[in-house]
């Protein structure tokens, strides 16, 4: 009677090397992988404690069966063995990879897979745009032109951001808008700190002199017409504009797009006024 029991409860454990079929892709892997994260969908089905091998879902060759997407499981299976994901460049499913990780209950592999512009950025915290407390420009003012040193009064000024959207095919109402993360500003250093002063974030490339050229400047602000006004209150016109669009696919099945916008702005400020 002994020996039968241990048979038994042998039969129900989970072997050490696994077959899966998951939405007709056959994958193999260990059980420890399976179960590496304890707190997801698969370390609970897999788990030892669950002890019920038998009772879960089964293709007709025997394979243990789960119905998801057998493509993107792949990323799955790369993420419990790594803890990290590597995607192809310009991968269109990394929307339809995130479900699979909510459902899988991974709540670090969602947040690798969450774009930048959703997270939320640290100056949201810090700088919040004053807590909207500033109504358009900041009460700072531009030095008079007469203490700007000639050689720098003249110059160029490049506003640029990205925006994206994700629209369905079915209309335009469907669209849903995301916020501008980030405004970078371009241009001869010292005319950006003349205009923007202590709301331009330096951070990305810091320690520059005044006369050098920068790309990676951004303002601690998220509103377009307030570095608009700030512009204009030091004296620069806008001369020129240029946007561009791309679009991906989200889902090859509803034709759901993302839409990417990069638009930039110049200004342009010659003395004397």
Request: aromatic share 12%; with cysteine.
């Amino acid at each position: 009677m002994a020996l039968s029991g241990n048979s038994k409860a042998k039969d129900n454990s989970f072997p050490d090397v696994i077959e899966l079929n998951v939405g007709g892709q056959v994958y193999y892997t260990r059980h420890v992988t399976l179960i590496s994260n304890p707190g997801s969908l698969l370390g609970k089905i897999f788990s030892p404690k669950n002890n019920a091998s038998n009772d879960l879902a089964r293709d007709p060759k025997g394979r243990y069966f789960i119905d998801r997407d057998g493509f993107l499981f792949r990323y799955v299976l790369d993420y419990l063995r790594d803890k990290q994901v590597v995607l192809p460049d310009h991968f269109p499913e990394k929307g339809r990879l995130r479900k699979e990780a909510e459902y899988f209950q991974l709540p670090d592999l969602v947040k690798l897979l969450t774009p930048d512009d959703l997270k939320p950025s640290p100056d949201e915290y810090i700088h919040s745009d004053y807590e909207d407390g500033s109504q358009g420009s900041d009460q700072r003012m531009c030095p008079p032109p007469s203490l700007v040193p000639a050689d720098r009064k003249s110059g160029f000024i490049t506003v640029g951001y990205r925006g994206s959207c994700t629209m369905g095919r079915e209309s335009q109402t469907d669209a849903k808008f995301r916020r501008v993360p980030r405004i970078m500003i371009c241009g001869r250093i010292a005319l950006a700190k003349e205009v923007f002063g202590e709301t331009l974030n330096e951070s990305r490339d810091p320690d520059r002199t005044p006369d050098r050229y920068t790309s990676r400047f951004y303002l601690k602000f998220k509103h377009l017409e307030r570095s608009f006004d700030m512009l204009s209150e030091c004296g620069f016109l806008m001369v020129a504009c240029n946007s561009s669009v791309t679009a991906s696919v989200v889902n090859q099945h509803t034709d759901d797009k993302i839409w990417s916008s990069y638009t930039e702005y110049v200004f342009y400020r010659k003395f004397p006024l």
